[in-house]
């Protein structure tokens, strides 16, 4: 049992490592995205905008710009992104426009994927088809949740360690280390790892759908059904003129009392035209949310869609723990914290697997290449967010590509990460170097900030805006808890080295 | 853990790991589509076969490393997946 959790946990850790980190990250991914586009506006704290006007606009807007188009797909703002976007799919692909609410004209921030690369990433990573990716991250969380569970079976005495913590003392420590950050949060832990498989389960575990819908198009309706998304029906080829969309957005607010999320008109300007309305995701715990669609034509409600089975509320709350898209500001602060437990504790579990063979016989090569892939991973990883970021700040703001540009910044970081803990001869030199980067790098990003032009730092304070200065804030954290982490560990490596070895 | 556990049983792990990946995601594929035969709306069995069937897994897997012994734990994977192909082919719905 105990090797089962240890192998398991090994051979799965450094893709859990990436996942664990970028999904944390993805908790705050408007925040982030605010961050890396300064050309928004703020969140005002008391912004306000009339969704109904917000419609109004993009409704006239598209049926100029975007009239051929298969689908509209309109989000309003809410209190963490600052704009509504309109989405649409044309002939040449996808195309995105970005509307500031309270002067409803159109902002042209600068390219990026901004806090949506990450989210996608922690789930299908990237330079590879979604599906593979999907897969193998499938695969990893499927290892994980085995090695949650055997964890807490090898764990008998699971109190009475806990309240044990031996510090410098080694391996003991950092198994004490580990214990803590996976005991404390157990019951996140085992959550966020089943529901990540919920979420994905269509694709992992189809073969109750096929058996029970042989037919394709009937199967396509039920996994419609099975994740609460409406399809988009039919075009019939006849034109019709589309309802106000305001008047039907504000017929969904008054039904509801609370404010709309987002709006998809499918085929627009057909008669088979629909307009599906979702509700806000604050404070419903489901991520199924409500949904009223209404025929584009006459705007006569179609159909009213709510979870109300036990089955549906069940799997819509387990999708929706798992994304947090209902959480306040101060529950986001906790899953964040609570992600980076998870961090925690593939990490420790990864430096306890080597400090506990470090004096041992056994294979060098195994032993070598799993120090050195803690290192590309531990380090490496936040390197490469880091150069994700920065990037942001040092490509030219209209440079083609941009957003593809940022992209490649993460990824050769990460490959040069993983190069330079390969080719260091001594693997604490290798460790030095690359936390040092890490704690360089930020502390640089808030400096960076400074410099280039961005958002006013000061002006959000100020305002009270706190989305974009928290990046800033978090970068500083992180650089002293890292810190202070190498001083403990120089001052402990300095304490054991034998007093002959010093003579001579 | 393993009969022996100082010989290395290379291929005794091998079976074990085979149970828990394999044999772990066939009992748990099936499970889902048995679960269809439940007397239930047929979206609530599909979820329910879908929810259950990753901690069906989860279950087979850590099982394959706790019981001692190899004939017992594939003889238990036959046996739960000739089961599950019965009620998945005869069941009532």
Known sequence: ?????????????????????????????????????????????????????????????????????????????????????????????????????????????????????????????????????????????????????????????????????????????????????????????????????????????????????????????????????????????????????????????????????????????????????????????????????????????????????IDEQAHGVMVGLHAGRYANWGMRWIYFSLGAAGCGMVATGLLLWTSKRKYKKGSELGMWCVERLNIATLAGMPIAVLAFLASNRLLPVALSGRAQWEIHFFFVAWLLALLHAVLRRSASQAWREQLTLTVILLLCLPMLNLLAPSYSVLGDLAAGNWQRVSVDLMCLVGALIIVWQMKRAAKKTLSRVPPTQVAS | MLPNASIPHYWMLLLRIMAATLGGYIVAALFSVAALSLPLDIMMSLRIGMMGSFIIWAGVATWSFITPSLIRLWGAIGLATCSLLLVANYGIH
């Not at chain 1, 105990?2 to 970028?22: E, I, K, P, S």
């Not at chain 1, 109004?56 to 704009?83: C, G, K």
């Not at chain 1, 305001?246 to 307009?275: M, N, T, Y």
């Open chain 1, 1 to 309: 049992m105990a090797q089962l959790h240890t192998w398991c946990g090994l051979l799965a850790a450094w893709l859990l490592f990436a996942v664990f980190l970028t999904g944390t990250l993805s908790y705050f991914k408007e925040s982030i995205s605010l961050w890396m586009q300064p050309e928004l506006p703020s969140v005002a704290a008391n912004a306000e905008w009339d969704n109904r006007r917000l419609a109004d606009y993009w409704q006239h807007y598209l049926a100029e710009h975007a009239s051929t188009a298969r689908n509209w797909q309109i989000t309003f703002p809410d209190e963490r992104m600052s704009v509504s976007t309109a989405v649409w799919f044309g002939e040449d692909g996808s195309e995105q426009l970005v509307l500031d609410p309270t002067t409803l004209t159109l902002v042209t921030p600068r390219e990026t994927r901004g806090g949506d690369f990450f989210y996608r990433f922690h789930f299908q990573l990237h330079h590879l088809p979604a599906v593979y990716g999907r897969w193998i991250i499938g695969i990893a969380t499927m290892m994980m949740f085995v090695a949650v569970i055997s964890g807490v079976i090898t764990h008998k005495k699971i109190l009475r360690d806990f309240f044990a913590f031996r510090p410098q003392k080694g391996a003991r420590s950092w198994l004490d280390a580990h214990n803590a950050c996976s005991v404390l949060t157990l019951p996140f832990q085992l959550m966020i790892t089943y529901t990540g498989l919920i979420t994905l389960m269509s694709l992992y575990m189809p073969w109750g759908l096929e058996r029970a819908f042989p037919d394709a198009d009937a199967r396509r309706q039920a996994i419609s059904e099975l994740h609460a998304f409406p399809l988009s029906g039919p075009a019939t080829g006849q034109p019709a003129a589309l309802h106000a969309l305001s008047e039907l957005v504000g017929d969904a607010e008054s039904h509801w009392q609370k404010p709309v999320q987002s709006l998809r008109v499918s085929h627009p300007g057909d008669a088979g035209a629909r307009v599906a309305v979702w509700q806000s995701a604050l404070e419903a715990l489901s991520a199924h949310r409500p949904q009223r669609i209404y025929e584009a034509s006459s705007g006569a409600l179609l159909a009213e869609i709510q979870s109300q089975r």
